[in-house]
């Protein structure tokens, strides 16, 4: 049995918070070197499950979220700050502080623009946005996570269709430069939407090679993409809950008659040093001693921050891994970002 613990936002903590968290330091000793994702944390997770690379993110999170588009090509479609550079447009951030009645307002407005385009979109929660049409568009997109915090103009929608979904992207932005949502934002001191990021399109039918997974996942875009894996593949969804563990996790998997399953467990957006000592000692240092227990025979631990998302995996110790790993015990340490 496989576990794969997704810990969002994890990397992003203080280094002397981390540095300080042992079971860091065990499973960095363990899982011998980070795989750095450029992708972001959602492809460390479809390439933690053994899937194809090109799998399609959009469509797996809409499901996951509660949107089934059917046969439709779904993108994600991420409100953004997009803010003038010398040269070109930076990507800022994401904009995920939208109350429902401001969410439901800019739907609105995208939604009546672009209705003779046969493009739809809806959003699951302020938080989580996509556009689905029946027609698939002949462009390829960027990640989020790659495009972030970077000038937007080499990472811009491509292709044959790539000109027109340009023109949208810039018809976008005159639509909210003034929309009365973002008016009332920018006057109580809170960043408007000037942008919407397309990417991670595809198909449902396109989303092959997934494994039938048992998740438990908290509320958030990684929690959206993990069900709705378990959703399309034949899997099933937990309900996340402060009472769960690993060792919960595990059981209910062995009680399922699931022994060889791959159990998937999505946490809670980590926001705070406290939140990685939590985390450490509710779900690390347990999935740990599963682990060494030979209770779970690999663990994966998948986190992201500050531009880097990476992956470590490891397998049950060795007596002289264990060893080993007391005598010359080591700090964690947050991996490079990879260079652009």
Not at 80 to 100: E, P, S
Not at 134 to 145: K, L, Q, S, V
Not at 189 to 204: A, E, H, N, S
Not at 296 to 316: E, H, K, M, Q, Y
Request: net charge negative; proline share 6%.
């Amino acid at each position: 049995m496989q576990l794969i613990l997704v810990a969002p936002g994890l990397l992003a903590q203080s280094q002397a918070a981390l540095a300080a968290t042992s079971s860091l330091a065990s499973l960095a000793q363990l899982g011998a070197t980070a795989h750095l994702h450029a992708s972001g944390i959602a492809a460390a997770l479809i390439d933690a499950l053994g899937a194809p690379a090109d799998t399609p993110i959009a469509p797996l999170a809409a499901l996951g979220a509660g949107i089934d588009a059917g046969t439709d090509y779904v993108f994600a479609a991420d409100p953004v700050l997009l803010a003038a550079d010398r040269d070109d447009l930076i990507l800022v951030q994401r904009i995920d502080d939208l109350a429902a009645d401001e969410s439901g307002a800019l739907e609105t407005t995208l939604n009546r623009h672009f209705a003779s385009d046969d493009w739809r979109f809806a959003a699951a929660r302020p938080d989580a946005w996509f556009a689905h049409s029946p027609r698939a568009p002949a462009i390829t997109t960027t990640p989020f996570d790659a495009a972030c915090a970077k000038g937007v103009f080499p990472y811009l929608p491509r292709g044959a269709d790539g000109g027109v979904w340009q023109r949208w992207q810039n018809e976008i932005g005159m639509l909210l430069h003034e929309h009365p949502v973002n008016v009332a934002r920018e006057a109580a001191g809170r960043p408007g939407v000037t942008g919407i990021w397309f990417w991670g399109g595809g198909r449902l039918s396109d989303a092959v090679g997934l494994p039938a997974i048992i998740v438990s996942a908290a509320p958030g875009r990684v929690g959206d993409l993990a069900r709705g894996v378990a959703r399309h593949a034949g899997g099933s969804v937990d309900a996340f809950g402060v009472a769960a563990s690993p060792s919960h996790v595990v059981e209910r998997a062995q009680s399922a008659g699931n022994a060889g399953a791959t159990c998937v467990v999505v946490t809670e957006a980590i926001a705070s040093d406290a939140a990685v000592a939590a985390f450490a000692a509710h779900w690390l240092r347990p999935a740990l001693d599963l682990l060494e227990r030979r209770r779970i025979d690999r663990l994966t631990v998948i986190a992201d921050g500050n531009g880097v998302a990476a992956r470590w995996s490891a397998t049950p110790p060795t007596l002289w891994q264990r060893v080993t790993a007391r005598l010359h015990r080591q700090a964690f340490a947050v991996p490079a970002a990879p260079s652009s």
